[in-house]
Structures are given as C-alpha cells and as structure tokens.
C-alpha cells in the first residue's frame, strides 16, 4: 500500500494551489484520512482530517482557507489551500488509515511529502 501527493509548488501570498493524495495497493478499505505540514524547525501538526462518511475538521489556522475532501471511488484525498500565507509553507504529508486486503489490522500510512512554498 502506497500513498503519493502531488500538487506542491511555489505560489505568491493569497494565492491557491490543490494538494491530491492518491492511495494504491491492496486496498479492502480506508478509514480516516489527513493532511499534516511540517515547517523548518517545528514540529509536524495535523492541518485538516476527514473521516469516511466525510466529517471534516481543521487547524484553527488554516478554517475558512483550507477545504479537505475525498473520493473514496478513488481511495483519494484532496486539500484546496486558499488565501495561502506565508507561514503555510511547509511539507505537507498526507497520512490514513489503512486496511490491506487480507489482512484485519489497521495500518497508518504516510505520504513521501510535497512542498508547500509561498512567497512573492
């Protein structure tokens, strides 16, 4: 099982940009899903969640900006990042809850990261 983002890249302040999550493998099913960033020198910090029936909630942040969703006909996720900042440059990780094919455990999976970079 695999995760893959994309979407990442360089944009001036107030601008948008679309992260995508994409999950591959032997899949039997996903249940939570999120997006996290890590800055230079801090910490990682969960950004926005989203659980399988598509309850949502975010960073206090990032509310009003930030919009997560999922496909789940696609095993995929989505973060629409408005009104970016400055300060929302980060590497962003996506992270889920996994159940492989066959298997009956659960198992946290993470994204290689994508880079996040706003600046005029």
């Known amino acids: 099982v695999q995760l893959v983002e994309s979407g990442g890249g360089l944009v001036q302040p107030g601008g948008s940009l679309r992260l995508s999550c994409a999950a591959s493998?032997?899949?039997?099913?996903?249940?939570?899903m999120g997006w996290y960033r890590q800055a230079p020198g801090k910490q990682r910090e969960l950004v926005a969640a989203i659980t399988s029936d598509g309850r949502t909630n975010y960073a206090n942040s990032v509310k009003g900006r930030f919009t997560i969703s999922r496909d789940n006909a696609k095993n995929t996720m989505y973060l629409q990042m408005d009104s970016l900042k400055s300060e929302d440059t980060a590497v962003y990780y996506c992270?889920?809850?996994?159940?492989?094919?066959?298997?009956?455990?659960?198992?946290?999976?993470w994204g290689q990261g994508t880079q996040v970079t706003v600046s005029s």
């Open positions: 493998g032997s899949i039997f099913s996903i249940n939570d």
């Open positions: 992270n889920a809850k996994i159940r492989p094919s066959g298997s009956i455990r659960w198992d946290a999976s």
